[in-house]
């Protein structure tokens, strides 16, 4: 059974950092590519961040290039999103992805999702 947990969600002022990770659990993890979406209250589910199988490659929206800092360690099953300089749109509940595509089949898996709170 596939497992995607994330932690490290909280409150925080603006300006401040968080870290969250994705800890994966019942998959070969370095066969996925690892993204980090978002919801915000009343607004579609968006992409955050994605690291390649490998970690050499990442992409990111404009709205937090610059800011966030996507990473993975395949030997501890996890990903990160490393969340700096946080703005009040940033906050949203945060989703950690896993998808992979083998002989035409497409396996994606969610996480529950962790909160993140930017206010003064």
């Known amino acids: 059974q596939v497992q995607l947990v994330e932690s490290g969600g909280g409150r925080v002022q603006p300006g401040g950092s968080l870290r969250l990770s994705c800890a994966a659990s019942?998959?070969?993890?370095?066969?996925?590519?690892m993204s980090w979406y978002r919801q915000a209250p009343g607004k579609e589910r968006e992409l955050v961040a994605t690291?390649?199988?490998?970690?050499?490659?990442?992409n990111y929206a404009d709205s937090v290039k610059g800011r966030f800092t996507i990473s993975r360690d395949n030997a501890k099953n996890t990903v990160y999103l490393q969340m700096s300089s946080l703005k009040p749109e940033d906050t949203a509940v945060y989703y950690c992805n896993a998808v992979r595509s083998a002989w035409g089949l497409r396996y994606a898996y969610w996480g529950q999702g962790t909160q993140v709170t930017v206010s003064s």
């Open positions: 019942g998959l070969t993890f370095s066969d996925y590519a």
């Open positions: 690291v390649a199988r490998a970690g050499g490659n990442t």
